[in-house]
């Protein structure tokens, strides 16, 4: 099924990222959460929907008072002809004005919309002035991120978070600082991976992220796996240093597995002056141009050195003698990689060039083509987070030693 949570949207429920959570999940992100010593007294649901994750911590603490906030007037009527005890329905954006709780709850909970949208000025100062650690290039922002600040600016310590979130969050390089955040300063941090089947009308690579905002901790942070029933199947517990390169289980249990130290491994391809560039044309257009040009499939067939014969026409990106080439896309190509050691060709959008500086070549290539190099690549594009490689995630890949 269509990911249902992208940029463009074909209706309001799709732009507002109307995907409701169930109760098996809800359940468990309720589970997850720190009780505070005298209990939840109250809750604050942000972009609440039909009401699943107010309904489940409820079903475990019926005497928390909680706030449902809604922006679709639709659903606010849903959730207000069925009054429930100790429930309030306020109808707000959360990403426009002032809307706060008057005090901080002892529970914020988050189901938010995974797109991007535009973001106001006021919204991109706030998140820029927020110490949670991202500051927004451009004019879009990811809605879990902009609900993520809005939760975090309204939390007091002690304030409990329980999230469901998108996993460039969880692994994208450019919210590193979120994560060293979030791995610093919440106390009993778990985050937990959901299958990608576990909504209905959307197949997304999501996680839950629970934990106490609190100062300074030092302790581990849980990452779990969890089936569609809301089974634990899988745990492992990390450092914040590790947490800042990810917090998805799937890339640590790879980097478990190919026994490296990543604490130790400070160069990447970018520090070494790598430029990463996707092909100008997918496969088909360049076969309707009649022009030849490297795919994915040569990776196949012609991995190692190779030798490019589809010139040099004007308006494409070209491969030359130096450069290295790997798939973008693909999980079986993916692990693959060529080194052009001669003559220049076109090659398509689904393979990047790599262009690195005569005196890191031999260090990136022996990287690239080493089983680490392989492994950590199939860890980030074949594993929860992405089915392709991003060229900031691919900036960050850590150097073998020399
Ligand atoms: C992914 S759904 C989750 C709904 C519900 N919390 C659940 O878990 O089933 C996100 C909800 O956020 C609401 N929403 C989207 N943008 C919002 C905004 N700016 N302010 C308040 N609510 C918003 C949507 O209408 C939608 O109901």
Redesign the pocket.
Known sequence: MADLRYRRARNLADS??????PAVV?DLLIRSLPVPVDGVRSLL??????G??TDAAHRAHPAARATL????PV?VRGLTQKPKRNRRVVQ?????GQWRPATAPSWIL????FGHMAVTEELASEVAQSALGFEPEGTWLR?DVAFLVKAWNMAAKGTSLGF?VASPILCDPIYSGIRSTLAREMGELVVTQLPEKVFDRAQVCAHMISGRKAVARKRGIVLRKATVEGEIVDELVIDQVAARASLDIDYHRTIERLGVDLSRMRETLSSAGALITRGSRSNADYKRLGLEAFHTTDLDVRGGDVHLTGGEPTGHQIARAGDMLIARVGSRCIARQARVDGGAGPYTDSVYRVTVPLQHRQRVWKTLSSSFGTEWRLAHAAGSCAKHLTVQTLASMPLLPA
């Open positions: 507002y990222g109307q995907v409701f959570t809800a649901d942000l972009g609440a929907g039909q699943a994750l906030l809604e922006l679709d659903l707000a954006d959360l990403l426009q988050s189901n938010p919309p809605g469901i």
